[in-house]
């Protein structure tokens, strides 16, 4: 069974450019999250999706962020404009009813 | 939200069991108890969890307190690959209104 994929797995760009991360979830798994990882700490969660319906996105920064998962399958998660503060590990899991979560290896995002 | 607190690193040899602690002092009598570890450049893995009585899978055992205020992470015999950080978590039986928050976990060192 393939596990969650994420694209891409390393992007630079420079402050105030747009940049997409996108996931693609393990086969059946309606639940999808997306996390943010700093360097040194643990996951924090960003958005959280029950199939297409966005059911936990308090975490997530309304001016600049922005995610969607149109079909309840893969997803895209999107920063407009990019600041310095951004650059962090982004990572993307799924579950099957809010069980077990698996993780993708995560875009590592650098913002110069 | 109920917190967990652990050790920011241990050390341990290489073919030694190695005992990895957690308290969570302010869990609920309906959360259960997650562990998940990180190695180095990749995303979160399930290793194991529990209610109230001790698990083993193939992977760790878990020991969990009779008042279950605390847990012990308990991986028989440590190989390198087992370096990660180690993460214990809370997690509430109430799927919908489900958060997992990570603290920083410990970082688990292996030496030859």
């Known amino acids: 069974e393939a596990g969650v994929v994420q694209s891409p797995r390393y992007k630079i760009i420079e402050k105030k450019q747009p940049v997409a991360f996108w996931c693609n979830p393990i086969s059946g798994h309606n639940t999808l999250y997306w996390y943010r990882q700093n360097l040194g700490q643990g996951p924090e969660l960003l958005i959280r999706y029950e199939n297409e319906e966005a059911v936990d996105d308090s975490q997530l920064p309304k001016d600049r962020f922005s995610a969607e998962r149109l079909k309840g399958v893969d997803s895209t998660l999107k920063i407009q404009p990019a600041e310095l503060g951004d650059s962090a590990v982004y990572l993307c899991?799924?579950?099957?009813?809010?069980?077990?979560?698996?993780f993708g290896p995560g875009t590592r995002l650098l913002v110069l | 939200d109920a917190k967990t607190t652990q050790p920011n690193s241990m050390e341990s040899n290489e073919e030694e069991p190695v005992h990895l602690p957690c308290n969570h002092s302010?869990?609920?009598?309906?959360?259960?108890i997650h562990w998940y570890r990180q190695l180095p450049s990749q995303g979160p893995e399930y290793v194991i969890h529990g209610l109230t009585s001790n698990v083993n899978n193939r992977m760790a055992s878990l020991a969990i307190a009779e008042d279950r205020k605390s847990s012990t992470l308990i991986l028989h015999r440590a190989t390198l690959r087992d370096a990660a950080v180690y993460y214990c978590?809370?997690?509430?039986?109430?799927?919908?209104?489900?958060?997992?928050?990570f603290g920083k976990g410990t970082r688990l060192h292996i030496l030859p």
């Open positions: 899991a799924s579950s099957r009813g809010g069980e077990t979560q698996y």
């Open positions: 978590i809370l997690r509430g039986l109430m799927v919908r209104d489900d958060k997992i928050i």
């Open positions: 302010t869990i609920s009598g309906t959360d259960y």
